[in-house]
């Protein structure tokens, strides 16, 4: 009897993508492959007892697993999820290494995005509670209620008992998409918090996939390198452990910012500008990238009116034109989705709730600790209003510094991109607050540009230490000096890591890479392409 057309050709690919696995898994890049994942099931494991978990579990107690969140249980919980976040962040140095030196290709690294991060989708939130806000929301816009208006306090019930106490009274500070998105999940649920959880983290993953689809590209427009880019703003435990496991909704919007600015480099500009367009939708800060894609939408224009021997419009007369049009699909698609979602523009004046949040990690509050600290011993003041007047200033500088940079990116379209970067930057240094995944939004930006390994070893330390900072419920551990302290260790580590395998020289022979320390050439020697090749199998 023949064989049905077809699938013998099946056959032998199914054979020869498990071997291509195996034979990866084989490898040192496989290696740590296999430890992030071990790692991702240990953050799993341990946040059902660490984590933000909610104030009353029911399920724990059904399973007879409530004592993991007490006592030894808990410091067992903890100790796991910490080992996690190690494992995972030695996982993705280790990759690292690799990928300067070109022995692991974009296709293998693509694959372990989802390898590393299925087994954080069954996780409690962990290191936030935001997603019990983000439902809350949700429920407040399925019930009538309107969350520009009021907050999560209104609706008594399951979903407000796990809101953080700060922002229970807070207006909704998210646009009409983030809302619709925790109605449509609420309504689909109810108040059911771990199935709510569970369908607002797969809402996230097109912004995950929007990531690694688009920083390939944007690396190759800018003179970066592909793999460098997935590994550093993909891969990154900084990312994958507090936007996934996190549940920010921070992930949708950067997806959708780098899409948007890589299709406005690939002269589709009306497409970038809506793409854009939806991530403001889902959160304000997209809207940062809108004036500098009008810059390059006009230097486009520029060369097209040069290619075709025509004599280019006058600068404002262009730029008159191209943000015209920008403006009208921007405001065509923000309209259309808060109709939808039945809302006006009320959560502008919600973004100022973040001025509840008060850590270290901005400067106007490390100006204000300086001050309160150094003089408050003979001035008595205290750093609520100190805190005021540095938010002021910062505020102030940070308009004049927007404009500024914005300005100066307007020649070229890596001058645009890169205004995109500082203006990230600089939005989070100088606002009233910032948190750790916030660094997300810059580093996304910058993982498309060239980049020395010198370079590259200060942002593995910075994402090290900023993915330490904070305990896995959720709280700042930036008050504690002994935890600051092991975190900074660790980050110095993980940096020199980069380029040293065992820097602490924990093994009998300590083997130093060759990365180089110039900048990083966007195509790999003939010998780590061939090497690259082997190592790209589909895990």
């Given at each position: 009897m023949s064989a049905r057309p077809g699938t013998l050709d099946s056959s032998v690919d199914r054979r020869s993508w498990l071997r291509a696995s195996s034979d990866y898994l084989r490898t040192p890049e496989g290696h740590a492959t296999i430890l992030g994942f071990v790692g991702a099931l240990m953050l799993t494991f341990g946040g059902f007892g660490a984590g933000s978990v909610r104030r009353y579990d029911p399920l724990l107690e059904d399973m007879r697993l409530s004592w993991l969140r007490f006592g030894h249980g808990y410091a067992l919980s903890t100790l796991i999820i910490w080992g996690g976040v190690l494992a995972m962040i030695i996982a993705w140095v280790r990759l690292g290494r690799s990928a300067i030196k070109g022995n692991v290709g974009l296709n293998a690294l693509s694959w372990t995005v989802p390898v590393w991060t299925a087994p954080m989708l069954f996780a409690v939130p962990m290191f936030s509670r935001d997603a019990y806000s983000y439902l809350a929301q949700g429920a407040l816009l399925r019930d009538g209620f309107d969350p520009y208006a009021v907050g999560p306090v209104v609706n008594p019930g399951i979903l407000l008992d796990n809101v953080s106490n700060v922002w229970t009274t807070t207006t909704a500070p998210y646009g009409p998409i983030s809302l619709l998105l925790g109605a449509g999940i609420t309504t689909i649920t109810g108040d059911n918090v771990i199935a709510g959880t569970l369908l607002l983290r797969l809402t996230m993953l097109p912004g995950l996939m929007l990531l690694v689809w688009a920083l390939p590209r944007l690396a190759r427009q800018l003179g970066g390198r592909p793999t460098i880019a997935v590994w550093l703003a993909v891969l990154n435990?900084?990312?994958?452990?507090?936007?996934?496991?996190?549940?920010?909704?921070?992930?949708?919007m950067v997806g959708l910012m780098v899409a948007g600015i890589t299709v406005a480099l690939d002269r589709r500009h009306v497409a970038a500008v809506a793409i854009v367009a939806v991530g403001v939708a889902v959160k304000a800060m997209a809207a940062i990238a809108l004036p500098f894609i009008v810059w390059i939408w006009m230097i486009h224009e520029?060369?097209?009116a040069l290619a075709e021997d025509r004599e280019p419009a006058t600068p404002l007369a262009l730029f008159v034109r191209t943000a015209g049009a920008g403006v009208a699909v921007f405001g065509t698609i923000f309209a259309a989705a808060s109709a939808v979602a039945g809302v006006g523009l009320g959560w502008l004046t919600a973004l100022s709730g973040s001025a509840k949040i008060v850590n270290w990690l901005s400067l106007p509050t490390i100006m204000a600790h300086i001050v309160t600290v150094g003089t408050g011993w003979f001035t008595g003041l205290r750093l609520e209003p100190v805190l005021d007047v540095t938010r002021t200033i910062c505020a102030v500088v940070l308009v004049g510094l927007l404009v500024?940079?914005?300005?100066?990116?307007?020649?070229?379209?890596?001058d645009a991109v890169m205004g995109i970067l500082l203006a990230l930057v600089a939005i989070v240094i100088l606002s009233p607050a910032a948190l750790p995944w916030y660094y997300s939004w810059p580093l996304a930006i910058a993982a498309g540009f060239a980049m020395s390994t010198r370079t590259l070893q200060i942002l593995v330390g910075l994402s090290t230490w900023l993915m330490l900072v904070f305990q896995p419920d959720g709280s700042i551990g930036l008050y504690t000096f002994f935890h600051v302290a092991l975190a900074v260790v660790a980050a110095i580590v993980a940096a020199v890591s980069v380029r040293t395998v065992d820097p602490l020289r924990l093994r009998s022979v300590s083997e130093k890479t060759h990365a180089p320390t110039e900048q990083i050439a966007e195509q790999p020697t003939q010998a780590t392409q061939a090497t690259s090749?082997?190592?790209?199998?589909?895990?």
């Amino acid at each position: 009897m023949s064989a049905r057309p077809g699938t013998l050709d099946s056959s032998v690919d199914r054979r020869s993508w498990l071997r291509a696995s195996s034979d990866y898994l084989r490898t040192p890049e496989g290696h740590a492959t296999i430890l992030g994942f071990v790692g991702a099931l240990m953050l799993t494991f341990g946040g059902f007892g660490a984590g933000s978990v909610r104030r009353y579990d029911p399920l724990l107690e059904d399973m007879r697993l409530s004592w993991l969140r007490f006592g030894h249980g808990y410091a067992l919980s903890t100790l796991i999820i910490w080992g996690g976040v190690l494992a995972m962040i030695i996982a993705w140095v280790r990759l690292g290494r690799s990928a300067i030196k070109g022995n692991v290709g974009l296709n293998a690294l693509s694959w372990t995005v989802p390898v590393w991060t299925a087994p954080m989708l069954f996780a409690v939130p962990m290191f936030s509670r935001d997603a019990y806000s983000y439902l809350a929301q949700g429920a407040l816009l399925r019930d009538g209620f309107d969350p520009y208006a009021v907050g999560p306090v209104v609706n008594p019930g399951i979903l407000l008992d796990n809101v953080s106490n700060v922002w229970t009274t807070t207006t909704a500070p998210y646009g009409p998409i983030s809302l619709l998105l925790g109605a449509g999940i609420t309504t689909i649920t109810g108040d059911n918090v771990i199935a709510g959880t569970l369908l607002l983290r797969l809402t996230m993953l097109p912004g995950l996939m929007l990531l690694v689809w688009a920083l390939p590209r944007l690396a190759r427009q800018l003179g970066g390198r592909p793999t460098i880019a997935v590994w550093l703003a993909v891969l990154n435990p900084l990312v994958l452990i507090h936007l996934i496991g996190g549940v920010h909704n921070e992930l949708l919007m950067v997806g959708l910012m780098v899409a948007g600015i890589t299709v406005a480099l690939d002269r589709r500009h009306v497409a970038a500008v809506a793409i854009v367009a939806v991530g403001v939708a889902v959160k304000a800060m997209a809207a940062i990238a809108l004036p500098f894609i009008v810059w390059i939408w006009m230097i486009h224009e520029r060369e097209r009116a040069l290619a075709e021997d025509r004599e280019p419009a006058t600068p404002l007369a262009l730029f008159v034109r191209t943000a015209g049009a920008g403006v009208a699909v921007f405001g065509t698609i923000f309209a259309a989705a808060s109709a939808v979602a039945g809302v006006g523009l009320g959560w502008l004046t919600a973004l100022s709730g973040s001025a509840k949040i008060v850590n270290w990690l901005s400067l106007p509050t490390i100006m204000a600790h300086i001050v309160t600290v150094g003089t408050g011993w003979f001035t008595g003041l205290r750093l609520e209003p100190v805190l005021d007047v540095t938010r002021t200033i910062c505020a102030v500088v940070l308009v004049g510094l927007l404009v500024w940079i914005w300005w100066r990116s307007r020649k070229t379209e890596r001058d645009a991109v890169m205004g995109i970067l500082l203006a990230l930057v600089a939005i989070v240094i100088l606002s009233p607050a910032a948190l750790p995944w916030y660094y997300s939004w810059p580093l996304a930006i910058a993982a498309g540009f060239a980049m020395s390994t010198r370079t590259l070893q200060i942002l593995v330390g910075l994402s090290t230490w900023l993915m330490l900072v904070f305990q896995p419920d959720g709280s700042i551990g930036l008050y504690t000096f002994f935890h600051v302290a092991l975190a900074v260790v660790a980050a110095i580590v993980a940096a020199v890591s980069v380029r040293t395998v065992d820097p602490l020289r924990l093994r009998s022979v300590s083997e130093k890479t060759h990365a180089p320390t110039e900048q990083i050439a966007e195509q790999p020697t003939q010998a780590t392409q061939a090497t690259s090749e082997r190592h790209s199998s589909p895990l």
